[in-house]
Structure formats: structure tokens, C-alpha cells
């Protein structure tokens, strides 16, 4: 598909910001007239002038957990039409303003809770303001008379500022990895070799229960298991609360973990395809003051697929042709164990730790076969190669937490000692073996070659976070940070000798690295409310330091300094059941040592790898404007984004003299995202539920590559539907369709590809036992094409795998496992965004 570029992008981005613009204030214009209590019949009949006002809070029956987010809808007695609506705030509140004259009831639900219905409500001209105090919500799982009624959760919820991924409702995630659940979300991209992108970058935090992961970006998300996930948070614009690091935003994986009383568990299994399978447990177990859990985890999972590329060369009036093409295949295998202990001293005081261990092999190989030749004609030359590759090692981490609330409510204090490390044996096995026009082998020597590379991270973590109420809805949180991350690599070449038969290393290309990076950060927000208005004012500095040592004696350039990360976060509630946020970040990508380490690396015979030292930290200013509401029987999201990343970090390939590539990475100046997302989730019958989601959005990317000037862009779009149909006997079945549009790289473009996958579940005994069988890629549609071209220099490549890929999957509860309704946040670390609207 060919990308749209325009010359000039300044005249484009006008009339595309205000296409943008006027569509969003359309949609308000009409979603709100949609809802108003004057349209239609949600006045109800009412004639009277609309003064009257009805309040009240929602907490959570048992534990006095103020609930947000929660449904409140006002309606009629007289014909049970809505008169309004609203969404309860951080601090549990609603307010339903200008409700006419008359007598109501009132309907208070939340997601996973039995409906609460308050009934003989009356609104007079003596009693204009009504206050219905304290509306508790039970918890939907209740047993009664030996039968369990659960009230099923929604596959996606969109909350202001974030959205939820519930991983049990996703048929299609049992027996994958928290990638598999990701292919299903909004804003969310993911390849066939399951690399993650969020709204189209790939710089973006992991967070597992809050804290980071010690292995980076798509990497852990394939370590952890679907069935292990509760949720999945995507926060795409965090307060200043929370690292700066992704210029994308945030992916929070949080684990199940808790459970209110005595022993309970989960136990999964899943087969599939290609000799993919995976086993894991959880146990907890609580008893009066203490909460102990253990688990562990199996899992390894194989793709296999095929590869071909060209690549042309230009040297004079000689074009240089290199055909390749042959198996690629990859595989992802891991195991951990993990376990914890939570304290509760009094009710006011929690101290916990928890740690886990574990091991990593992301492997791959394969044998391609190779065709050179040139025009002018010169003769052909054929080989082979085969390859095998281990990236694997052993990890840990360990957590302390304390927390203290104070008398006052959301009077708290909490701190962390975070520390993970891990040691990585990186190996590379190539071998080239010349061959005839039929790639048999010829009577040589093969060229063969083996690198390996040892790793050694640490990372220190140290927090402290205070917050304050000032007044009724207003608070100041303060914090503190301490990061320390240590990293050591040892990269040997080894060349085979046949006359010895021996591996000799080659200490040209040999090569170590010392990388330390140091970051102090303290925060301060203000957030508070006024009327039906919310605002939040945060400041976060960040003092760096930087260094690298190189065993060649080569520096990379020093980095000391201060940076400082404003947020800011506007919201507007409406009667209508709706709201509208608007929100400004300011974030950071720092390049790891593997980007910054100045030694070439051995890829193959005609690819090297060099970081580049003087490589400095993307930066980028991120907008966003967001409305969601309650229409027409569906949840309607709608938001609009910009993002200006300067120093746009990009990988670049340049020609060699001798015709090989050297890769390297570069700051440009910068790149532009302009686009809008529309998120529907949409009930039509009892038994189906649809989950539709669409990005639109401008890219333009600018810069320079060895003196050339690159000004590109491309509109570019994805979209999914998500379809979850409840059958007879138990059974559920789950359809979605993915697309991915195609995009501009640096240096050429990605085409774009869909996939269909489908998935049945079936309930046995009580919902204890549950069985699951997918199908993915039905239609084997997934690939990943791509062009790229530079000075000297075209290439085409091309990877599919093979499809469609099935799975089985086994997941028995033990006691009725079920994870614990947590509303104080503090189960297993889970993220709050602090928009306090």
C-alpha cells in the first residue's frame, strides 16, 4: 500500500487538526444533546422547572472502600424513563443537578456488584436538595444456598484515565502470553513476532503490579503468562506521579494475587501448535492479621515461518543483487517462582515483601540459502547458511513495602525498597557453507563463527510517597526516588579453526562495557475540584547522571543534569452521564547501553552493529483530549492526541565500501503524531457483546541521515472488533478481526496485514473447571513486510509464520478462587492514576 507523503506538512497538519477538531466537538455536540434531560423522553414528562438537586456517596459494603467510577442514574417513577445520570468521583460522590420537580428512584451499580436501588425519592419546591448519604454495593459473588452467582466483568473498561484490560474475560488470551491479551486491546499495535507498539511507538514502560520489569518493552510482556493477569492497564498520558520513561505512556500488568479468606488457587494448563504448552499455579492463603501466596510458572512457546529479502547495491554502473530467503524460526521459553507475605499490624499499618525468581530463553535459527550476483553479469554465487541464537538467563527481584494511613481519610503514607537483577548468556552460532546453483555443498571449508555475550544488571529502587487532603476534595501528594541502574556486558567473538578444530577468540571484535546511570527524582501534585470541574497540577525533577566506560577506552559523552516533567490534567463531569478530559504530559526515552556502546558487533557476513555514545534522550510534549459517555445503551469513547518527540532516537543502516551494512542508531529532530481514537463498547442482545475500536492518525518524521535530509510522513490507521457471544450450556464464544495500516520508518515503510482469530469456552462444575480451544491467524494472513532504502542502497524484506496456530487450555479453581475487590490500591501495587474527577 503506498503511504500518503505531502511536501509540505505545515499546510497539512492545519486543515488535519481542524478536520480532527470539528469531528470531536460534532460527536460532543451531539452525544450531549443526545443525553440532556430535556431531549426527549428523558424529561420524563417532567414540566416543572429543573432546580432540584440529588447527592449522595457509594462505598463498598464490608470494607467502607469509597467507590469511583461507579453508575448512579435517576430515573421517573412514573414511567421508569432516565431523567439524568453520573459517574461517582475519586472520593466516592455524585451530584445530580437541575432535576425537575417530582418522585424518582434511583439505580447505583459498578462492574463486578449487585445493582442498589433507592426508591421513593421526591424532589419538591420545599425540598429542592435531596442527600441520600451512604449507598453501599455488595459484591455480585455471593453464595446463596449453595449456588454461586457471579456477575460477569467487561472485557475492556474505559475509565477517564486509563483503560482495562480484563485478561479472565478474553477467551483468546488462555494459554498465551500478556502479548496475546494485548493483540485485543485499543491503542495497542502488535506484529506476528509479537513486538508491541502503543499508538504506533514502540518507547514504552512495563510495569508489573506498579514496578518495573527487569527485562525491557515486548521482551516481558511474552515472559508472562496470560492466565497469571488479572488486568491489563494502558495509561497513555500518567501524572507526574509516575517515571517519566516511555514517550507512549504506561502498560501495567497486575498479577492475581489476593484473596480475602482461608486457602484458595488457581491451576492452568494449555497445549498447542508447534509444541507450545504452559502450566502454572497460584495458592494464597489468609489467616487472621497475615496473607501469604506462592506461585509458579512454565511456559514455552514456538513459532515457525519463512523469510526472503533483497538487497541491491550501487557502485558505479555495477548494481549488487543479494536474494535470500529460507525457515526463520523463533521460540520463547521461561519458568519463575514467586511468593509474598503481607502483615497487617493494625488497620491502619501494612508491611509486606514478596520476590521472584526466575529463568529466560528467547531462542531462534534456521537454515537460508543465499543467491549474489551482479549487473554487468559477473558469476553467480550460491551458499547457505544456518544460524542458532540464545538469548537466555537467570533473573530475580525482591519488594519491602510499608504503608500507614493516618485518622484522616486519604491521610496516607507509603515506601518501597525495589531491588531485581539479572545475568543474561547471550550466544550466536553462524555457519556459511558455499554451495552449487542447486545449494548443494561444494568441497570448502564453511565459514564458521560463534559470539557470545554476558550481561550483568542491577537495578535499585527506593520510594517514598506522602499524600495530604487539604479540604474536601482537595489534596498535595509529595514524593521521592531514588533509581540506580548498573549494567556490565562481555562480548566475545570466536572464530573456528579447522585445523585445530578449535574456537579462537577474535579480539578485534571483542569488546566490554561498563554502564551506570543514576537518577534522583521528587515530585510534588496538587489536584481539587470545583463544581462539576477537576483539575490537577503536577511538577516532577529529575537529576541524571550518566556515564559509560568502554573497554577500548572510548567515553561515551557524560550526561548531569536536571530535567524537569510538568503535568497537567482538566475535567469536566455532566449530568448526561459523561465526561471530558483533557490532559498534558511532558516524557522521556533514555537509550539503554546497548544503544550506546561504540563497538561493532557481528550480525552476519554482510550486517554489523554499532551503538552510537553520543546518542541523547528523546523528549516528548503529549496532549490529550478525551470524552467518554453513556449513549444509546453502548460506552462511546472518544480522544484526540498530539505528540512532538524531539531527538527522535531511529535505528539507521548505511552502505559499507565493501558492500556490507553497518547499523547504528541516530537523533534526528524530531517526529509528529496527530490522530483520534473512537472506542465503542456496545450490548445489541443478552448473549452479545461487541468491543469496536479505531486509530486514525498523521505521522511525519524529520531529520538527518548522513547529510541527507529526510521529511516523511504517512496516515496511518488500525482498527478491531471484538465480539464475545454466550451460548447454551455454559459455553462462550469469542470472534475479533485485527488491522494494522501501513507506516513510515526512517529510512523506508511497513506495510500493513490483518488477523482473524476465534476462540469456544466451556464451564464445568459450578464454573470451577473451564476449558478453551483457539484458533489464531485463521485465514494465515499475518506477515510483516518491509522496504527500506538509504544512499547506495534499496532493500525489500519479508517474514510470515506458519498458521493457524490452535490451543487447548485447562484452568481449575480451587475454593472458588477469586481475586480480592481491592478498592484502596493496595492489592499487589495495582497503579492509581490520581486524576481526581
Wanted: aromatic share 12%; net charge negative.
Amino acid at each position: 500500500m503506498k503511504l500518503l507523503c505531502l511536501d509540505n506538512f505545515e499546510i497539512l497538519m492545519k486543515p488535519t487538526l481542524a478536520a480532527i477538531i470539528t469531528i470531536f466537538l460534532f460527536f460532543f455536540t451531539l452525544m450531549a444533546s443526545a443525553q440532556q434531560p430535556g431531549g426527549g423522553a428523558g424529561r420524563s414528562g417532567q414540566d416543572a422547572a429543573p432546580i432540584g438537586t440529588v447527592t449522595g456517596t457509594i462505598e463498598e459494603f464490608g470494607t467502607g472502600n469509597l467507590m469511583e467510577y461507579a453508575n448512579v442514574v435517576l430515573f421517573s417513577v412514573r414511567d421508569s424513563a432516565m431523567v439524568t445520570g453520573a459517574v461517582t468521583t475519586m472520593d466516592g460522590k455524585f451530584t445530580l443537578e437541575k432535576v425537575p420537580f417530582g418522585r424518582y428512584y434511583l439505580v447505583a451499580n459498578f462492574i463486578g456488584f449487585n445493582k442498589e436501588t433507592i426508591q421513593d425519592i421526591k424532589v419538591t419546591p420545599q425540598k429542592t436538595f435531596v442527600d441520600l448519604g451512604l449507598i453501599k454495593l455488595h459484591s455480585s459473588t455471593e453464595t446463596l444456598e449453595a449456588v454461586e452467582i457471579t456477575a460477569q466483568k467487561q472485557l475492556i473498561e474505559y475509565q477517564i484515565d486509563k483503560k482495562v484490560v480484563n485478561v479472565s474475560q478474553d477467551i483468546m488470551a488462555q494459554g498465551g502470553s500478556a502479548v496475546t491479551a494485548l493483540e485485543n486491546t485499543p491503542s495497542v499495535q502488535v506484529d506476528i513476532d509479537g513486538n508491541v507498539s502503543l499508538r504506533g511507538s514502540s518507547s514504552f514502560t512495563v510495569l508489573i503490579d506498579g514496578r518495573p520489569s527487569i527485562l525491557q518493552g515486548s521482551d516481558a510482556l511474552q515472559q508472562i503468562p496470560a492466565s497469571n493477569i488479572e488486568t491489563i492497564e494502558i495509561i497513555t498520558n500518567p501524572s507526574a506521579k509516575y517515571d517519566p520513561d516511555g514517550v507512549a505512556g504506561i502498560i501495567n500488568v497486575v498479577l492475581k494475587e489476593k484473596i480475602d479468606k482461608g486457602l484458595s488457587g488457581v491451576v492452568n494448563g494449555s497445549v498447542g501448535s508447534f509444541n507450545t504448552n504452559s502450566f502454572d499455579f497460584l495458592l494464597n492463603y489468609h489467616y487472621q492479621k497475615f496473607n501469604f501466596f506462592i506461585g509458579a510458572d512454565y511456559n514455552n512457546r514456538r513459532h515457525e515461518g519463512e523469510r526472503e529479502s533483497r538487497d541491491e547495491t550501487y557502485r558505479n554502473d555495477t548494481t549488487f543483487y543479494r536474494d535470500n530467503f529460507g525457515a526463520r524460526n523463533r521460540g520463547r521459553e521461561g519458568y519463575s517462582v514467586r511468593g509474598g507475605i503481607e502483615y497487617f499490624i493494625t488497620g491502619r499499618t501494612m508491611v509486606s515483601a514478596e520476590g521472584r525468581v526466575g529463568y529466560y530463553d528467547f531462542n531462534g535459527g534456521g537454515k537460508s540459502y543465499l543467491h549474489q550476483y551482479t549487473l554487468p553479469a559477473t558469476p553467480d554465487l550460491y551458499s547457505a547458511n544456518l544460524s542458532d541464537m540464545s538469548r537466555s538467563g537467570n533473573y530475580y527481584n525482591g519488594k519491602l513495602s510499608f504503608q500507614h494511613k493516618f485518622d484522616k481519610k486519604g491521610h496516607q503514607i507509603d515506601m518501597m525498597l525495589y531491588y531485581a537483577q539479572r545475568d543474561g548468556n547471550d550466544s550466536d552460532e553462524q555457519k556459511e557453507i558455499n554451495t552449487d546453483a542447486l545449494y548443494q555443498p561444494i568441497e570448502e571449508e564453511p565459514y564458521f563463527i560463534r559470539t557470545t555475550e554476558e550481561d550483568d544488571d542491577n537495578d535499585f529502587r527506593f520510594n517514598v510517597d506522602y499524600v495530604l487532603p487539604v479540604s474536601e476534595d482537595g489534596k498535595i501528594e509529595v514524593g521521592y526516588q531514588t533509581r540506580i541502574e548498573d549494567k556490565k556486558e562481555i562480548y566475545v567473538f570466536n572464530d573456528y579453526h579447522y585445523a585445530t578444530s578449535e574456537w579462537v577468540e577474535d579480539t578485534v571484535f571483542s569488546n566490554s562495557m561498563d554502564f551506570r546511570r543514576d537518577i534522583h527524582a521528587m515530585y510534588g501534585i496538587y489536584s481539587d475540584k470545583w463544581k462539576s470541574f477537576g483539575y490537577q497540577l503536577g511538577l516532577r525533577g529529575e537529576y541524571t547522571y550518566r556515564e559509560i566506560k568502554n573497554a577500548r577506552s572510548v567515553e561515551g559523552t557524560l550526561i548531569d543534569r536536571w530535567d524537569l516533567f510538568p503535568s497537567l490534567h482538566l475535567s469536566k463531569s455532566f449530568a448526561n452521564n459523561s465526561q471530558l478530559l483533557a490532559s498534558y504530559t511532558r516524557r522521556i526515552d533514555r537509550p539503554s547501553g546497548w544503544y550506546l556502546d561504540p563497538f561493532i558487533n557481528y550480525m552476519d557476513q554482510f550486517n554489523y552493529r554499532q551503538g552510537n555514545p553520543d546518542l541523547q534522550p528523546e523528549y516528548t510534549d503529549s496532549y490529550e483530549l478525551g470524552y467518554q459517555m453513556l449513549a444509546w445503551g453502548a460506552m462511546i469513547s472518544l480522544e484526540g492526541y498530539y505528540r512532538v518527540t524531539t531527538n527522535k532516537i531511529a535505528r539507521i543502516r548505511t552502505l559499507q565500501s565493501d558492500n556490507t551494512f553497518m547499523h547504528t542508531f541516530e537523533n534526528l529532530n524530531s517526529d509528529y503524531s496527530l490522530g483520534g481514537e473512537l472506542m465503542v463498547r456496545f450490548d445489541p442482545a443478552k448473549w452479545l457483546n461487541l468491543n469496536l475500536s479505531a486509530n486514525l492518525y498523521q505521522y511525519r518524521l524529520e531529520g538527518n541521515i548522513e547529510d541527507q535530509s529526510v521529511d516523511d510522513e504517512s496516515l496511518n490507521w488500525n482498527s478491531r472488533l471484538n465480539a464475545i457471544v454466550k451460548l447454551p450450556y455454559e459455553l462462550r464464544l469469542q470472534v475479533n478481526g485485527i488491522y494494522n495500516g501501513p507506516t513510515i520508518t526512517a529510512q523506508g515503510e511497513s506495510e500493513g496485514f490483518f488477523m482473524t482469530n476465534v476462540a469456544l469456552r466451556k464451564d464445568f462444575f459450578n464454573k470451577n473447571l473451564s476449558a478453551t480451544f483457539s484458533v489464531r491467524d485463521i485465514f494465515n494472513t499475518g506477515k510483516h513486510e518491509f522496504t527500506s532504502s538509504g544512499t547506495g542502497f534499496s532493500s525489500y524484506n519479508y517474514f510470515n509464520r506458519k498458521a493457524p496456530i490452535f490451543s487447548l487450555s485447562l484452568s481449575w479453581k480451587i475454593n472458588n478462587y477469586e481475586k480480592r475487590n481491592d478498592r484502596n490500591g493496595v492489592n499487589g501495587g495495582e497503579i492509581e492514576m490520581d486524576n481526581d474527577f
